[in-house]
């Protein structure tokens, strides 16, 4: 028990040096970025699902929509609101979001993922 000082004082120097991390980067979060859309995305108003859908599951969907294509030969998709679309990246999706660098890399880069769509499909080519 001679010890108790240097035993609390190691305990708290631990404590500070745990959390700095988090206290350091507090409120400095970069924001995410904006959504840049195409003017046809902007008259079109939903995008195959809603908005908060579609930022989560965007993926999912697409991944989903390559199997049934490829495996099933299935190329139509029927939203939740009855619509139905034709199952392609570069021909349904890539039509309203065309600008590649300003809608998908920035969210892309700003999660910190690496999608490998663009090791198949073709990337579009954007103007200016």
């Not at 699902?49 to 099933?72: G, N, P, S, T």
Request: aromatic share 10%; with cysteine.
């Amino acid at each position: 028990m001679y010890d108790k000082g240097k035993i609390l004082g190691g305990l708290l120097i631990g404590i500070v040096l745990l959390l700095f991390p988090v206290y350091y980067n507090a409120g400095r979060a970069a924001k995410a970025p904006e959504r840049v859309l195409t003017e046809k995305a902007k008259a079109a108003k939903q995008c195959v699902e809603d908005l908060a859908y579609m930022k989560a599951q965007h993926m999912k969907i697409l991944d989903e929509w390559r199997q049934e294509v490829v495996r099933q030969d299935t190329r139509y998709y029927k939203s939740s609101d009855g619509k139905t679309y034709f199952k392609s990246l570069q021909l349904t999706c890539m039509e309203c979001h065309s600008n590649k660098t300003k809608f998908c890399d920035q969210c892309h880069n700003y999660m910190g993922v690496a999608p490998y769509c663009w090791d198949c499909h073709i990337a579009p080519k954007e103007n200016g």
